[in-house]
Structure formats: structure tokens, C-alpha cells
Nanobody, 123 residues
Framework: QVQLVESGGGLVQAGDSLRLSCVAS????????MGWFRQAPGKEREFVAA????????AYANFVRGRFTISRDNAKRTVHLQMNSLKPEDTAVYYC????????????????WGQGTQVTVSS
């Protein structure tokens, strides 16, 4: 299992940028596909981005439209989500997640989750 801790959330204005970080503990991270999900009040948790074990393959939700970039640094056991051109509808708690090997865009496939970090975008 992987222990995950997110950071980097905050309050920003529309059009601003944020860089979220997720630090993983243990060697299991090196064989884990990673994902970012978000959840707004009253809504289902939704997929944002995912990255393969090696980092050579990525997947993004349609609403990203080239604004977000997921990356990983296996030496530092860290995953990042660079968020540019933020919109008010991006406001949510953002969660980092991990699963063994195969990349997935479904929240139910991920067994390890961080505590979440709040992102609030004002208009």
C-alpha cells in the first residue's frame, strides 16, 4: 500500500495557476500508477488526470482542455499537477490516488488515497 499526502491547494483568482504536489511513502510507489481526482460539494468524485508507472503515458479529463499537466518524479516519490488558467468550476477538493501497475481513470480502481487539498477559484 501507498501512503499519500497532498499539498499546494489554496485560494486563487480565475486565470491564475497552482501546482499541487503528492508525496508518496514506500517503494510501492515505484510500481503504482497515479491519478488526480476532485470532488465538489454535492457532486460525485470525478477524474482529473492519470499517469503511468514509468510516466511515459498520461490521461486527462475533457474539461482540462490543455490547462493541466500531470507529472511524476520517481526519485523523489512525488506526483505533481500543474494547473493553469484556473476557472471557478475547478473549485473542489483535489485528491491524489494510487493503484498497482495499470493506469486507470476510474476512482473505484484506486485503493490508496491522500487526505485531499482544497482548491478555490474566485471569479
Amino acid at each position: 500500500q501507498v501512503q499519500l499526502v497532498e499539498s499546494g491547494g489554496g485560494l486563487v483568482q480565475a486565470g491564475d495557476s497552482l501546482r499541487l504536489s503528492c508525496v508518496a511513502s514506500g517503494r510501492t510507489f515505484l510500481t503504482s500508477a497515479m491519478g488526480w481526482f476532485r470532488q465538489a460539494p454535492g457532486k460525485e468524485r470525478e477524474f482529473v488526470a492519470a499517469i503511468s508507472v514509468i510516466g511515459d503515458s498520461t490521461a486527462y479529463a475533457n474539461f482540462v482542455r490543455g490547462r493541466f499537466t500531470i507529472s511524476r518524479d520517481n526519485a523523489k516519490r512525488t506526483v505533481h499537477l500543474q494547473m493553469n488558467s484556473l476557472k471557478p468550476e475547478d473549485t473542489a477538493v483535489y485528491y491524489c490516488a494510487a493503484r498497482p501497475f495499470a493506469m486507470s481513470t476510474s476512482a473505484s480502481d484506486f485503493g490508496s488515497w491522500g487526505q485531499g487539498t482544497q482548491v478555490t477559484v474566485s471569479s
